[in-house]
């Protein structure tokens, strides 16, 4: 592989014991809640690692992680509300070390992550994982040394003043809302039907 001085740093769930368990879930009523953790008594955290097939050997620098409903999808009062089913939080302190090499192997960073659908909440939800990067990393070459690489990774701030490359991840979670049936026939939640009765008086 030739020796690039920038690269994009390009992030993955981990598959096995820390793989995201709640990407693809579906079917989540109102109040009923999911979890990501898995494992006997939710000892499986899942992580994150860089993907294997982008690079031979590199370590970048995670240094925030924040995390965003990216997506909302049901009634208008829960569109509006921006009330998010998701709670996540990192497991891991940053600044973290992050490296793969298809010698030495690779390590993880972890999160938590979990659902709780929401009245009116109904179809796609999106959240979105945020790693901040450094804006240089290591590589090296088949002569054992080690070079500074540019990270190349479109910028993002989490507190709407520094922009640092960033990696992304998304999960995705389908919900049901609590139906309420109209004489349409329509199905639509209890908080939709209350606010289309306030409109109409």
């Known amino acids: 592989m ?3 001085t920038s690269t994009n740093v390009s992030l993955i769930f ?3 014991a820390g793989a995201n368990t709640l990407n693809g879930r579906g079917n989540l009523p109102a109040l009923s809640s999911i979890s990501a953790t898995s494992g006997p008594e939710g000892v499986n955290t899942p992580t994150i690692r860089i993907d294997p097939t982008t690079t031979s050997a590199l370590t970048a620098v995670i240094i925030n992680y924040s995390f965003a409903q990216t997506q909302y999808n049901g009634g208008q009062t829960y569109v509006s509300d921006q009330n998010g089913i998701f709670t996540g939080s990192n497991v891991t302190q940053t600044p973290f070390r992050i490296y793969y090499s298809d010698v030495a192997g690779f390590n ?11 009245t009116c909440s109904s179809g ?5 994982i945020y790693l901040q990067l450094s804006s240089t990393a290591l590589s090296s070459t088949n002569t054992g040394a080690v070079i500074p690489v540019g990270v190349l990774n479109t910028g993002f701030s989490v507190d ?6 960033t990696a992304s ?3 995705n979670v389908f919900c049901i809302n609590t139906p309420f049936p109209s004489d349409n026939p329509v199905y639509i939640c209890v908080d939709e039907f209350a606010r289309i009765q306030q409109f109409l008086g």
């Open 2 to 4: 030739a020796f690039v």
């Open 14 to 16: 981990s598959s096995g």
């Open 108 to 118: 993880t960073v972890g999160y938590t992550l979990s659902a709780t659908g929401q």
């Open 124 to 128: 796609l939800q999106t959240g979105t």
């Open 160 to 165: 709407g003043i520094t922009a640092y490359p």
């Open 169 to 171: 991840l998304n999960t």
